[in-house]
Nanobody
């Protein structure tokens, strides 16, 4: 089985920063695209950022320039550096990873970590 474990969420003031981490563990041959999504209260889950195995990145327009996604292949870990936080960034942030197992890629999700931006 594969598990994704997120950490790094919390309460932060507007303009502050956080670094989210997501570590994949279990029966993993390799990981392809890894990413972060978020679900704000009363809204649908949305893509925040993705990073391919080759390092190509993709960001939602609302976070481009403020958020930075990176990954550590050796540790099967993806990070999200969040800067210049705004109240509208308040959401549960979920990690997603496409994991290669027995020749097939499967999509896995973490349990989510709460980010609250408030003064």
């Amino acid at each position: 089985q594969v598990q994704l474990v997120e950490s790094g969420g919390g309460l932060v003031q507007p303009g502050g920063s956080l670094r989210l981490s997501c570590a994949a563990s279990g029966s993993i041959f390799s990981t392809d695209v890894m990413g972060w999504y978020r679900r704000a209260p009363g809204k649908q889950r949305e893509l925040v950022a993705q990073i391919s195995s080759g390092g190509s990145t993709n960001y939602a327009d609302s976070v481009r320039g403020r958020f930075a996604i990176s990954r550590d292949h050796a540790e099967n870990t993806v990070y999200l550096q969040i800067n210049s936080l705004k109240p509208e960034d308040t959401a549960v942030y979920y990690c997603n990873a496409y994991v290669l197992r027995a020749g097939v890629y499967y999509s896995y999700w973490g349990q989510g970590t709460q980010v609250t931006v408030s003064s």
